[in-house]
């Protein structure tokens, strides 16, 4: 049995959970996330805990046991403390700003480049070259992320660019000047 798919889900007292028909909805503070589940897998509630079921220990089936436990797992996450990524900008004359559901970043180019934040995307700006993406879906604030950082990623020679808070990056070394 899947270890990860065995482990059961803690409902915390603000989130409501509903599976009708292998559709998982999940309710709480900050909004409400929806996902439909494999026929193969049988999700229910007992005792203030989610179990995730598989029907067989087919290779197909144990896959998708540990991957639906860890994404119904992820939307209560979200729907209480929410998820966040955050981007750094670097470069000379780089900068953010942050005007409604639109973000705006001169980086480089001729042209001031505009990302429209998805529905239920939020940006936020602690920094003129720090963005941080927020959201309660887990997958669309790291697809919305990893789209920003697209953009423009970041070179090894001077580090310009965008790049994960986290991330590191490996500098190279320029040309040698002669002897």
Excluded: W
Aim: hydrophobic fraction near 35%; charge should be positive.
């Amino acid at each position: 049995m899947s270890r990860i798919g065995r482990a059961p889900i803690e409902i915390p007292a603000n989130v409501t959970f509903e599976n009708k028909d292998n559709l998982i909805t999940v309710k709480g503070p900050l909004g409400t996330l929806t996902q439909e589940v494999d026929k193969s897998i049988t999700v229910k509630s007992e005792n203030g805990k989610i179990l995730v079921e598989r029907h067989s220990d087919d290779k197909d089936h144990r896959a998708l046991h540990g991957l639906y436990r860890a994404i119904i797992n992820n939307m209560v996450k979200g729907v209480t403390t929410g998820f966040e990524k955050s981007l750094l900008v670097n470069g000379v004359g780089y900068k953010c700003a942050v005007a409604g559901n639109k973000l705006t970043m001169n980086i480089g180019f001729s042209h001031p480049v505009e990302v429209v934040a998805p529905e239920g995307i939020k940006f936020e700006l602690p920094s003129p070259l720090e963005i941080v993406v927020k959201g309660i879906d887990k997958q669309k604030v790291g697809q919305v992320a990893a789209s920003i950082r697209e953009i423009k990623k970041v070179e090894p020679y001077h580090g310009y660019g965008i790049q994960y808070k986290d991330e590191v990056v490996i500098r190279k070394v320029g040309k040698a000047a002669g002897k």
